[in-house]
């Protein structure tokens, strides 16, 4: 059973860097595409990243694109968020996510994410 728990958020001031971790208690994440989601206030979900369950293929949205960095290690049953560059508009609930399939690559579609994270609350101050 998927089991995630994120860590790493917090309060860093524009142009700051924070990296966020989700790591899996359950280890069976290994073979599931995982990504990574954030909830501002008043405003839906939406994807930030996302990474194939080998971390041979990635997507960034294109607000995060050449700021943010999603990896992961296997081994470690962890995913990581680089996030760079920080700007006020990233301030949200950071959740990280499993698919419901195993052996897949980058997935965006929310509805194919079936395990989730308690959430780590990113703020940025201008």
């Known amino acids: 059973q998927v089991q995630l728990v994120e860590s790493g958020g917090g309060l860093v001031q524009a142009g700051g860097s924070l990296r966020l971790s989700c790591a899996d208690s359950?280890?069976?994440?290994?073979?599931?595409?995982m990504g990574w989601f954030r909830q501002a206030p008043g405003k839906e979900r939406e994807i930030v990243a996302a990474i194939a369950w080998d971390g041979g293929s990635t997507y960034y949205a294109d607000s995060v694109k050449g700021r943010f960095a999603i990896s992961r290690d296997n081994a470690k049953n962890t995913m990581y968020l680089q996030m760079n560059s920080l700007k006020s508009g990233d301030t949200a609930v950071y959740y990280c996510a499993a698919t419901r399939n195993s052996y897949v690559g980058v997935r965006t579609t929310e509805g194919l994410y079936d395990s989730w994270g308690q959430g780590t609350q990113v703020t940025v101050s201008s």
């Open positions: 359950g280890r069976t994440a290994s073979s599931r595409g």
